[in-house]
Structures are given as structure tokens and as C-alpha cells.
């Protein structure tokens, strides 16, 4: 994910993750479109309220990036492969299994049988295909970064190019359905990453009846976007184990269990997302019970509210960085970037403000991902070694323009002031003048670090999406001389390009590693904490498995209370 623009994982970097986009949805509240045979009839009534940070933009998966419409997505519509609860391994979803050919560009997936979509239709290979080919075949509009943020990043361009910047080539070619249950998608080229990426809830199957009769079709004006197709407003049917119920923007979105679904039937019959935008107002909403829990809690809150309620950590699977932009300044000279990663105490930064468990970071991707290297070049905190770059790089007076974000707080940066102030005091000791440089998260913050390129330091940060390093430092330096960062290394291009199309898993992994040494040599940018995030629960909530890239199952919770 996992930007609120995106609040779950995103998303920060590369094209789409800094628009703030504005839903107009053509009816504020309606039921589903299975209707009766939507859920529900199970014999209870259990209730459960979660405090959600936002809206959704829309419930369909293609056009998301945000954590908050992921979450429901995820309820409501299922993927070809899946994860294991609470890991980022891989494992069987609406495909019991699958493999690939000999060159790695025809992967053939066995369908479960027997699975409905909520409007009662067939699940099969022809609505695979349909909807791979749906994606494919997008255009105007829906080529904008910030709607096909997911299919831009793993799959590449469209059949039509209607946006100079959409990629000039995909990896998608087409998809077969021999028969029912036997799905073929073919590539153009090999991608190691195709089957992790595909857990991604933008990937998700929906009904094509639903889809034909409803429409996704959509406008972009500006910063705007306009869903004047229905299916995500008002109409969204997978096979997932919730179907839609309603929604009403600003109130409350409600879902309700699937009782013909294909796999084990959810404890609680019905989950409202409520919406509360500000941190402390739904901390102040769980105690006064009028929500079971909610996500993103303050590292301030943890200990009160461990003493009456539940505490879970989400594992961490992200990265705070302080990029530096070689094309600013003095940041293109090596000894200088070196100057500024010794200044900084970064190990007090997160004793003083960050949540138990915080670790200083050595690259660009947590521990836990296979390709963490820990034979990278550090940068520990000393002053004496920063003085010493600072002289060995012959600049005078050195100043840099440091750039932070306002009005935001980040998993990997839950008070980004604190740690401006933290970092500016650091450079100052060493002798390097900052000025500051600050702006509302978005659009100015991104816009003017990610794709005007204004920033020197800034700060930033990602929260993985699927299990692959190309997901980490391919994301952030996959493309050569990008605004944010002015790094162009062939070397790191060619060997990002080869890790991703290379079949052997061994490979792959030494290869990574070889990418972060060499990364870390370079110095792009210092990698500054991995951090774990946390949710809050009422004692009788049960069942709540976090996930590294918070995709959670609602299905697997229930209610104990009398």
C-alpha cells in the first residue's frame, strides 16, 4: 500500500502517490445491487463500527491507490492470489494454483469452482480475462496516474497510449480462458514480481455483468475526479466475503456478510467504516464506544490506551528517508551528501518521537524483505566525520534548502516538524545552514518534491504494497533523473531491469543486495527509520490479524461480548 493520498501504504513516491483527489459520486447513498441475496440471514446481528481516517475515493480497485478504499475493497472483492493473514507471503486466492511457462511469459491459473459473484453470476476464467483486458483497454481519463496508479506500476502503459505519461510499453499482451477454470494470462516480457503485485486489491475481480450494466467510467479536471459510472458508488459486486450494503459519504459505509460465499462465512454480519478524519477524535470516539477500533494511533496514546484496550502492532514494512536532490545545490557533491548523513542522530530522533520498537534504518527497505543487505555502507551519527566531508568537499558556507511537510502525519513520520526540527539541529552543529522550506502535504508538498523537483532535503517516506524489493528501490530509482531524486546511475538502471526479469529466486535476491550496497555507496538519500504502525481495539473485538501491508480480512474477526 499500502497516500490518503495514501493513508495505508502510499504511498508516497513515484507518479500517482501525491493527489489529493475529490470524489463526486453521482448519488450520496444507495443499496446493493444483489439485494436480497446480499448478505445477511445468518442468525445474528453483530455490529462492528471501525473509525476509518477518510472516505474511500471509490469501491473499485482499478482506480485506487489510498489505503482507506483498499481496506473496503478488500472486503468486498477478492484477488487470484492472496496472503497469508499477518504476512506478505503468497498463497491461493480465487486461483487454487498456477505456473508459469518455460520463458516466464504465459502463467496459467487454475480457478476455485463452484465461486458467485454477489449478483449471483459465475465466477470463471472468461470474468478474469474480462477484467484483465478491462485495465488493459483503459482511456482517457482513466490513464491519469493517479486513478491506475497500480496498473502503471506492475503492468506498464494500455493498448492505446492517451497520456504522454502513461509508460510507452506494457507487460500485459493478453489473456485465454480455455476453460472455466483454466486462465492464461500472457506477458510480454518476464516480471519476477507479477505474482506478488497481484495481491493487490486494484487487481480484484469483479462481476462483468455488474460492470457492463452499471459502468466505471470517469472524468479527471484537474485535481478532481468525477466516477459517472455507478458500479463504484453505488453498485460494487465481487466475490469477497461482505457484499455492499451502502453508503452515505461523510457518515458511514455499511457492508454485509455474503452467506453464499465460497470460503468460511464471516463471524459478524454486518461492518460500518465511519469515517473521522482527525486522530484525536477517534481515539475520543473508542472511548466513548461509539466505534470497536480504528487504525493509525498516535505513538502519544499507545500506553493509556493499552491499560483498557486492545494495542495491536502492524509489522513494519516501510521506510523514512531524507532525500537529497542532486540537481539542488551542493547535493550533487558526494562528500557533501556524506556530510549530512554522519550529522544526523537518528537513533535519538526515534527514542524521543517515535513508537516502541522503531528501528534506525541502513537502506532503503526494511529487514524483512529478502534483498536487505546487511553488508551496506552505514552512516552513523558522527559529528567529527561530518566536519571532516564537509572540509573534504572544498564547499564554503554550506547551506541547504530543507523542505517538510504540514498538515500530514505519515506511519514512517508521525510528526514531521519534530523531525525537521531534530535533523536542522544536527546540520547546524556541523556547520551546514538550513533553510526551511514547508507546505501542505498536498498538493504543494509532493508536487513540488515529487514532479517539480523544487526540494534539496525533503522528507519522505513508503509503505510497501507487495513482498519485492522492486517494489522499494525499484519504485524510488527505477527511472533514471527523476525530479526527486537527480540520480542517474546506468549501472542501477540496467541491474534494477535485469532483477526484475530474472526467473531464479536465488539470483534475484543476491542481486538486490548487490542494488542496495551499490545504492547506499551512492548515497541518494539517507534511510532513516522502518517503524511499526498500530491499531486500537475495544477487549471484546477478537480475531484482528494486522498485516505488514495492511490488507486485513474482517471476515476472520467477531464480536465476544454478551
Not at 19 to 44: R, Y
Not at 169 to 186: F, G, L, M, N, Q
Request: charged fraction near 20%; hydrophobic fraction near 35%.
Amino acid at each position: 500500500m499500502r497516500v490518503h493520498t495514501r493513508s495505508r501504504r502510499v504511498l508516497l513516491g513515484f507518479a500517482a502517490a501525491g493527489a489529493s483527489l475529490a470524489l463526486v459520486a453521482g448519488c450520496a447513498s444507495s443499496s446493493s445491487t444483489p439485494g436480497d441475496n446480499s448478505g445477511g440471514g445468518g442468525g445474528d446481528d453483530k455490529t462492528l463500527v471501525f473509525g476509518a481516517s477518510a472516505d474511500p475515493q471509490v469501491i473499485y480497485g482499478p482506480y485506487v491507490s489510498d489505503g482507506e478504499s483498499l481496506r473496503v475493497i478488500d472486503q468486498i472483492f477478492e484477488t487470484l492470489v492472496a496472503l497469508k493473514p499477518g504476512t506478505t507471503e503468497v498463497q491461493p486466492g480465487l486461483a487454487e494454483s498456477w505456473s508459469a511457462s518455460e520463458n516466464n511469459l504465459d502463467w496459467t491459473f487454475k480457478l476455485r469452482e463452484g465461486v458467485k459473484f454477489h449478483d449471483g453470476t459465475d465466477f470463471n476464467a472468461d470474468a478474469v480475462c474480462f477484467n484483465f483486458e478491462r485495465w488493459y483497454n483503459f482511456k482517457g481519463a482513466a490513464q491519469d496516474s493517479n486513478l491506475t496508479y497500480y496498473w502503471q506500476t506492475v503492468f506498464g502503459g494500455f493498448k492505446t497510449r492517451d497520456n504522454d505519461a502513461v509508460p510507452e510499453t506494457s507487460i500485459y499482451k493478453s489473456c485465454d480462458a480455455p476453460d472455466a477454470t483454466t486462465a492464461v494470462i500472457h506477458l510480454t516480457s518476464p516480471n519476477s514480481s507479477f505474482i506478488p503485485a497481484l495481491v493487490i486489491p486494484a487487481f480484484s475481480i469483479a462481476s462483468p455483468t455488474a460492470l457492463d450494466k452499471y459502468g466505471d467510467s470517469v472524468e479527471v479536471s484537474g485535481d478532481s475526479v468525477n466516477f459517472t459510472g455507478t458500479f463504484g458508488t453505488e453498485h460494487p459486486v465481487g466475490t469477497g466475503p461482505y457484499a455492499f450494503k451502502s453508503w452515505t459519504p461523510g457518515d458511514k459505509l455499511e457492508i454485509v456478510r455474503y452467506d453464499d460465499y465460497w470460503g468460511d462465512k464471516a463471524k459478524i454480519k454486518t461492518v460500518i467504516f465511519k469515517p473521522i478524519a482527525d486522530g484525536p477524535a477517534r481515539k475520543q470516539a473508542l472511548e466513548a464506544g461509539d466505534i470497536d477500533g480504528y487504525d493509525f494511533v498516535a505513538p502519544e496514546d499507545i500506553t493509556a490506551l493499552q491499560a483498557s484496550y486492545q494495542v495491536l502492532e502492524r509489522p513494519a514494512f516501510n521506510v523514512g528517508y531524507l532525500g537529497m536532490n542532486q540537481n539542488s545545490g551542493d547535493l550533487g557533491n558526494q562528500k557533501f551528501r556524506e556530510a549530512i548523513a554522519y550529522s544526523l542522530d537518528r537513533e535519538s530522533l526515534l527514542k524521543a518521537k517515535y513508537p516502541p520498537g522503531s528501528e534506525v534504518a541502513t537502506q532503503f527497505m526494511p529487514p524483512t524483505l529478502w534483498g536487505w543487505n546487511p553488508d551496506v555502507v552505514t552512516y552513523p551519527y558522527d559529528p567529527a566525520k561530518a566536519k571532516a566531508a564537509l572540509q573534504e568537499s572544498g564547499i564554503k558556507n554550506p547551506s541547504v534548502e530543507f523542505w517538510y511537510p504540514s498538515g500530514v502525519s505519515r506511519p514512517y513520520m508521525p510528526d514531521p516538524t519534530a523531525v525537521f526540527q531534530a535533523f536542522k539541529a544536527n546540520l547546524e552543529a556541523v556547520g551546514i545552514k538550513v533553510v526551511p522550506k514547508t507546505a501542505a502535504w498536498t498538493p504543494d508538498y509532493l508536487k513540488a518534491v515529487q514532479q517539480d523537483g523544487k526540494a534539496g532535503l525533503y522528507l519522505l517516506g513508503w509503505t510497501g504494497d507487495w513482498a519485492d524489493p522492486s517494489n522499494f528501490i525499484g519504485t524510488f530509482f527505477g527511472r533514471a533523473n527523476s525530479p526527486d531524486w537527480g540520480y542517474t546511475d546506468q549501472a542501477v538502471q540496467d541491474g534494477l531491469k535485469a532483477a526484475l526479469q530474472e526467473p531464479d529466486q536465488a539470483k534475484r535476491e543476491q542481486m538486490y543486495k548487490d542494488l542496495n550496497a551499490k545504492i547506499m555507496e551512492d548515497l541518494p538519500g539517507v534511510p532513516f527509520v522502518h517503524n511499526k504502525s498500530f491499531l486500537a481495539f475495544q477487549t471484546y473485538v477478537t480475531g484482528y490479524t494486522p498485516s505488514p501491508v495492511s490488507l486485513e480480512q474482517f471476515a476472520a474477526v467477531d464480536i465476544t461480548k454478551g
